[in-house]
């Protein structure tokens, strides 16, 4: 397969890579051996990930998890190509993870290769706010490791039977995968802004009603919830990483109001910010 494929970020149980495609067309790849364990994150593109008996429809919102040991395939469905990004796990710290995670059915099951899960607000921001730290070298390496082991962490949580969303179809994906992308990229670039459904809807070229619709329909949240989620996700990683006082974390998120921040912290965490910080370990 043609692609661009960089190491971001190196650990000593992770690397974090760049995998830009430049295929040009819709041809399917030669198979190709999973050598390890890997979570990718679709950030651009469509594709479908053959293995086994399964073809994964592969999007944004979409997060590959595959196994080592195994062969696989993939076929390009989008004009447009994908880029991934690809949390790459050492061999000897496979152990460890099944050591933690293998009662898992996914880990047990050996005719299971891969599977495809449907990404959170949440689980979108972490991945972004992970390739910031690594872009702008703000990140310290033990910030870096404790995030990726949290996208280990939810990842997991969310393995089940894969099942294709049906109302997201080929003609859906190919008018408005594009748009969705680039919603979320401005959502995540913006989101302690005061920006409005319009503004985002101007952003992306389409009409706020048509927006709205289709947005719900790709991440299973309006748009003013998506933005929510990503919100207090920024700041439960500023109460948990940093020392700002609780009103900053607040306001460095984009919450306007102590009081909604706090009620709308205790819905998603179930306690108020000042006690989650002190739940935290030192």
Request: aromatic content about 12%; charged content about 25%; some cysteine.
């Amino acid at each position: 397969m043609e692609a661009d494929i960089h190491t971001l970020y190196t650990s000593g149980f992770y690397r974090v890579i760049d995998f830009k495609c430049r295929c040009t067309d819709c041809r399917t790849s030669k198979p190709e051996y999973s050598e390890s364990f890997s979570i990718s994150y679709v950030r651009k593109g469509n594709f479908l990930f053959n293995v086994f008996r399964y073809a994964l429809d592969s999007y944004s919102g979409c997060v590959l998890v595959t196994k080592p040991g195994y062969e696989r395939t993939v076929t390009h469905t989008h004009e447009v190509p994908d880029e991934c990004t690809i949390f790459d796990f050492r061999n000897d710290f496979h152990a460890a993870l099944i050591e933690q995670y293998g009662n898992l059915p996914f880990f047990r099951n050996p005719d299971l290769h891969s599977t495809l899960i449907r990404t959170t607000p949440e689980m979108e921001f972490l991945h972004h706010h992970i390739l910031r730290l690594i872009l702008t070298q703000a990140g310290s390496k033990l910030e870096i490791d404790n995030l990726v082991l949290e996208v280990i962490e939810k990842t997991l949580a969310r393995i089940g039977d894969y099942t294709p969303d049906h109302r997201i179809n080929p003609r859906l994906k190919k008018n408005h995968l594009i748009t969705i992308e680039t919603a979320k990229a401005y959502i995540a670039e913006n989101f302690v802004n005061d920006i409005s459904l319009l503004e985002i809807a101007r952003h992306c070229c389409v009409s706020p009603f048509h927006f709205s619709r289709i947005f719900k329909t790709f991440t299973g949240e309006p748009p003013h919830r998506f933005l929510l989620s990503v919100r207090l996700k920024n700041a439960e990683l500023l109460l948990k990483n940093t020392s700002l006082p609780v009103a900053d974390a607040a306001f460095s998120s984009g919450f306007n109001s102590i009081e909604y921040f706090t009620a709308a912290f205790r819905q998603r965490y179930h306690c108020p910010p000042a006690t989650y910080r002190k739940g935290v370990p030192a």
